[in-house]
């Protein structure tokens, strides 16, 4: 064998080997380096982190809740944390870890969402905030240039309920009707849709998307003003719209888009056309869904107008308004519903958050949907078919003594009175708004802010769809109530309660008395505790069994949002988005201080200092202003018609995030003209009324506002 011919092969061998494993060696610092996690916060990390958030991901973090990738936590809207490491025994210990300024002085209603430390929050005007939670720091923010001239088109204020975040994707709903994708890492557009059928009618969106199967749902808002409301999906990656399902029938001198329209027309009376008034049911808040059964739940609004005989003279049911809706998530079309308010005649919306769990109820496990809306009733629904098990009120009310075993209301006799004046309670404004309720099924609790705003109603019997009735309120900013407030005082008191509700029994376990309506949504959690803003400018969190408070932290201004709660790196944090508003909160307040939105983020150990509070500066009453006595009734007439539900009644309440015109220094109100009309605070949402009010009209309504704090100004 020639040995010196095989080492001579083999050199070339080993140096081929010895050359590669050097090579390897050289480049494995490279490699490593390309295969170190991104720095967390950076934009690779965040499109990494959020690109894995879509419907496996939001059903397995329902498991053990570690982020709050969905407005409600998870699909069927809990927002029940998982998460105990602050809990009753330490929560007293909880301190603020940051604050972040949203620079809104409007309404904040956002639940924040969080991926690894990643926040996305809206505040007021829909433009989107994302945060490093990890610092407090603002990582981008999103302005999608709402018309501010164009904020009265809302009933309830401009503001925004969150955002949705799928597959690298953050969507908002602007408060004018477009669905806006934005990238999760940079915060650039994506894609944009209009949302609206037609720009004629004011339509507008305050509600948080959903995303269900690769598809983002939304409805919209703006039944007082004369639509009809609708449901659409659009495809996440494109914007393609998938599906549309109406919530009421239309014109039926044409074809009905699909069976569900023919159904519910049967249930209108087409003497009143309810069609010019849009019929309304907006579905502009409540959804949630149930991956195994693929049912996909909306709550429906209000009739348009509010006065039932108005839109459908011989009276009916008027499906699909007021209603629990199951649809298919997949193609739109609708599996079945519950009304919860036949005959609608109160603005008693269904578009309350609803909650899905599984209750045992005479000794049988149940799938249903739990859902306390504005007429005062909590309702138990069967959600595989729509089937009513049972309703009780938690609060007082006197439009119905109950439901019957076919899940009807039984309605007393005052309930339609349309004649004179009559207090139906609960009121226009609910015994529940939009704010978010929690089931902690651990102590088989629902936790809901529970609230009373007294108000008087009677039908105007004179109504015609988009006339401008002086008196009949917001007529003149577009509003259809066929109604007109207050002509009569109301008699019961206002107040606002937390109560944590057993719906298996039917009854309240605890409660607890807040000094004001419109306290924040509420989230409860594993820790055995529930947090709750509330409308004095407090952020408290409650023993989920007994109702005894064990901490609280001011906040400034009041809390109408609710809180949510998340790890980052192993510890829990606990948040909140921070910002008087909304439709009560407008023209109302319970705090002496108030502030731009803030994110507070909350964590045991917590040191940070608070922003400074800033005094609420109410002025003097108004006084000195030139006016004819003569001009007051007709100025309180159009004061009704265009001002009341933004700025109260001048001198008698406080004024909210839009200022009281009774403590408004006298130059405004004596050269009111120069606000009312293309005025300087259209930058701010002020609407123009040129051609809407005249310079006469002016001059009434600025006699109203100084005649109304003569006579209550106190005697010397």
């Not at 904020?151 to 925004?160: A, L, Q």
């Not at 990656?237 to 001198?253: A, C, I, L």
Request: hydrophobic share 40%.
């Amino acid at each position: 064998m020639n040995t010196h011919s095989l080492a001579a092969r083999a050199a070339p061998v080993a140096f081929g080997l010895s050359l590669g494993l050097a090579l390897l060696l050289a480049a494995a610092p490279v490699a490593l380096a390309q295969q170190a996690p991104p720095v967390k916060g950076s934009a690779a990390h965040i499109g990494a982190v959020t690109k894995k958030v879509d419907g496996a991901f939001v059903r397995s973090n329902a498991r053990a809740t570690p982020d709050w990738p969905s407005h409600g936590l998870d699909y069927a809207e809990t927002r029940h944390s998982k998460l105990d490491q602050v809990n009753a025994g330490n929560v007293k210990d909880l301190g603020l870890v940051w604050s972040y300024n949203l620079e809104s002085t409007r309404g904040v209603e956002a639940t924040p969402l969080v991926v690894d430390g990643i926040m996305y929050v809206t505040a007021s005007w829909s433009i989107v905030h994302a945060i490093d939670v990890r610092t407090g720091k603002r990582i981008w923010t999103y302005d999608p240039q709402v018309p501010r001239e164009g904020g009265f088109k809302g009933c309830c204020d401009v503001v925004n309920r969150g955002v949705a975040l799928h597959e690298g994707q953050v969507f908002v709903a602007s408060y004018d009707g477009r669905l806006i994708a934005l990238d999760a890492a940079t915060g650039q557009k994506r894609w944009e849709k209009d949302t609206i059928i037609d720009r004629k009618f004011s339509y507008t969106i305050t509600g948080a998307p959903r995303v269900v199967k690769g598809k983002v749902i939304i409805g919209n808002g703006g039944a007082e003003y004369g639509v009809r409301g609708y449901v659409t999906a659009y495809d996440a990656k494109t914007g393609e719209q998938k599906w549309r399902w109406f919530t009421v029938p239309g014109d039926p001198s044409k074809p009905f888009e699909d069976e569900s329209m023919a159904k519910a027309a049967k249930t209108w009376d087409p003497a009143g056309k309810w069609w010019e008034a849009g019929g309304g049911g907006t579905a502009w808040d409540a959804m949630a869904f149930d991956p195994d059964l693929n049912l996909l739940y909306i709550g429906t609004g209000n009739g348009s107008p509010w006065a039932h005989k108005k839109r459908s003279p011989a009276g009916g049911d008027n499906l699909y308004l007021a209603s629990i809706v199951a649809l298919n998530p997949d193609t739109g079309k609708y599996v079945w519903h519950y009304q919860e308010t036949p005959g609608d005649n109160w603005d008693y919306t269904s578009t309350q958050p609803m909650i899905l769990a599984d209750l045992t109820l005479d000794g049988k496990k149940r799938k249903v949907v739990m859902h306390a809306p504005k007429n005062g009733f909590f309702f138990i629904i069967d959600r595989t078919n729509g089937k009513f098990i049972s309703a009780k009120n938690f609060v007082d009310v006197n439009w119905a003594k109950g439901y019957d075993k076919n899940g009807r209301p039984i309605e007393t006799d005052i309930a339609r009175v349309a004649d004179r004046p009559r207090e139906i309670i609960p009121s226009a404004y609910g015994a529940r708004n939009w704010h978010s309720m929690s089931f902690n099924p651990k102590t088989g609790l629902v936790y809901m802010p529970v609230q009373g705003v007294p108000i008087s109603l009677v039908d105007n019997k004179d109504w015609k769809f988009n006339a401008v009735r002086p008196g009949e309120p917001h007529s003149g900013m577009g509003w259809n109530m066929a109604m007109f407030a207050n002509v009569e005082p109301p008699t019961s008191k206002p107040f606002g309660r937390l109560v944590a509700w057993d719906p298996v029994k039917q009854a309240p376990r605890w409660t607890v008395e807040h000094v004001s309506p419109w306290n924040g949504g509420t989230l409860t959690t594993a820790g055995n505790l529930v947090f709750q803003g509330t409308a004095d400018g407090r952020f408290v969190a409650y023993n989920a069994s007994s109702g005894e408070k064990l901490w609280e932290t001011p906040t400034g201004t009041g809390v109408v949002a609710a809180p949510m709660t998340y790890l980052v790196d192993g510890k829990q944090y606990v948040s909140i988005a921070v910002g008087w508003g909304g439709v009560y909160g407008i023209a109302a307040r319970a705090t002496e201080r108030q502030g731009p939105g803030t994110v507070y983020t909350f964590a045991v150990g917590g040191k940070a200092p608070a922003p400074e509070f800033v005094a609420y500066r109410l002025g003097q009453l108004i006084e000195g202003v030139k006016y004819d006595p003569a001009h007051v009734p007709e100025g309180t007439a159009l004061y009704v018609s265009n001002c009341v539900f933004c700025h109260g009644v001048p001198g008698v309440d406080r004024g909210g995030n839009i200022p009281n015109l009774g403590y408004m220094d006298s130059s405004f109100i004596a050269n009111l003209d120069k606000f009312v009309f293309k005025g300087p605070a259209m930058a701010r949402g002020m609407p123009d009324f040129t051609g809407k009010l005249s310079a006469d009209d002016v001059q009434k309504i600025k006699a109203f506002i100084q005649g109304t704090a003569d006579a209550i100004r106190p005697k010397k």
